[in-house]
């Protein structure tokens, strides 16, 4: 190995030291970069560093990020999301594991609208998680299915993940929201069946809501407040994924739809006032912010590691790995899965992901497929003990009752759930394909 390429290696580790000092990762991303760059090749190779970065901030198809964020934080401060919950889970009351269920509806409404993990495990628990408990639920239970729910958003368009994949992979966005549109709907299929099974085998773990609780809501208003809570936030989620997917609007287009959708709706439902709009905007500047300052500090790191000829170490490490393609998508599968123990899916979308890639750029393998992969692998990896992000989220706000060991108790059969997904979409790319070859992407 030459002295760059221990470089490359030193860059790497340098990155995980920060990390483990608590230094921010886009600051960690930067010095690491510059730092082991500078040693390699002195300020020169950093000549190309301007027109990169003008690449991330004038690249159009970033622009609808904020956009849905805001679109998501306006559906969460407004209360919609409350009522949602509250809404759904009378709905199916009568149900064993009904307001399980309304939940993962929940989870799917809220990951289409917004696509940010923490927002919707932080939102769906501090709404659901007491009142779950208060109900009979089992503590497992209800952590498990508030926190697989959250997650959904990695996979459920319009994801933020896949709009950094179809940027990164070359892909149009329509293509890889059609592409998850089937898993991630099946995935969720499969977190409501086993709320049923468990309903069905093991009631008292996910009772129904008690009987005077229903019937303190007459089945007319139940019907009203459905028409008037649930029914506008699913069309706007329609309309945009819609308007997308059908190819009459660009995502970006689309995203603007979207948040002027979800503002004319809290607007039109008495939930706008100066307040909301504050936070609302707040927190969206707060999240694009963050997640354009990872961008634009993680082009200093990839090239550094380009120009240290780590991408030769990367390359060379596939190598060693047996059977062919399939053993390299395996291998990176297992390290993107370990790496979401650690890191943030910004981070390892943009700079894992970009280092494994030409691995598979001519290998002939579908990178709508392989983006689907990811974002589900990542998913799943959100959900892991004992760094998984989505059980951080819900343990800072969760009651005092619900420990640690609840939530890890909780989440496994989730996660095992999800493995099954990830283990069918790696054994059926069809489930990919199938959407956009009948719409023609």
Excluded at 62 to 76: H, K, R, S, T, Y
Aim: with cysteine; proline share 5%.
């Amino acid at each position: 190995m030459t002295g760059n390429e221990w470089l490359a290696i030193g860059m790497v580790g340098g990155f995980f030291g920060f990390l483990v000092l608590g230094v921010p990762v886009a600051i960690s991303l930067a010095i690491s970069g510059f730092a082991f760059g500078i040693l390699g090749f002195g300020t020169g190779l950093f000549n190309l560093l301007p027109a990169r970065i003008y690449g991330v901030v004038t690249n159009y198809t970033l622009l609808a990020l904020p956009l849905f964020i805001f679109m998501g934080v306006m559906l969460e401060k407004s209360k919609l999301a409350e009522e949602l919950i509250d809404v759904i889970g009378h709905a199916m009351g009568r149900l064993r594991g009904g307001m399980g269920l309304a939940i993962v509806i929940v989870g799917v409404l809220m990951g289409a609208s917004s696509g940010v993990v923490g927002a919707t495990v932080v939102t769906v628990g501090l709404l659901s998680l007491q009142p779950l408990i208060n109900r009979g639920y089992n503590k497992g239970v209800a952590c498990g299915v508030i926190c697989a729910s959250g997650t959904l958003g990695q996979i459920i368009p319009p994801s933020l993940v896949l709009i950094l994949l179809a940027d990164i992979l070359g892909e149009s966005v329509g293509t890889l929201f059609a592409a998850a549109m089937v898993p991630g709907l099946i995935l969720a299929g499969m977190l409501a069946l086993y709320l049923v099974i468990l309903g069905i085998f093991k009631p008292d773990m996910v009772p129904a809501i008690p009987q005077d609780e229903r019937d303190a809501l007459a089945t007319r208003d139940l019907m009203l407040k459905i028409v008037k809570v649930v029914l506008p936030p699913l069309a706007l989620v329609f309309a945009v994924l819609g308007s997308i997917v059908g190819g009459i609007a660009a995502p970006t287009e689309a995203a603007s739809m979207g948040a002027l959708g979800a503002l004319l709706l809290a607007l039109f439902t008495g939930r706008l006032n100066f307040g909301v709009m504050r936070d609302v905007l707040r927190d969206t500047l707060i999240t694009s912010a963050m997640v354009f300052f990872i961008l634009i500090c993680a082009q200093p790191f990839g090239l550094a590691f380009r120009g240290l000829g780590g991408e030769g170490l990367v390359h060379a490490m596939f190598e060693w790995v047996p059977g062919g393609d399939m053993g390299n998508l395996l291998f990176m599968m297992a390290v993107i899965f370990v790496l979401g123990f650690f890191l943030e899916w910004i981070e390892i979308s943009y700079i894992a992901l970009p280092m494994f890639l030409p691995v598979f750029m001519n290998s002939g393998i579908d990178m709508a497929w392989l983006a689907i992969l990811v974002a589900m692998n990542l998913q799943t990896s959100f959900l892991t003990p004992p760094f998984g992000w989505a059980l951080f989220f819900l343990k800072g706000v969760a009651p005092k009752s619900v420990s640690t060991i609840d939530i890890y108790r909780g989440v496994i059969p989730f996660i095992g759930i999800q493995a099954l997904a990830l283990v069918l979409l790696f054994i059926f790319p069809e489930l990919t394909s199938w959407l956009p070859d009948l719409i023609g992407w």
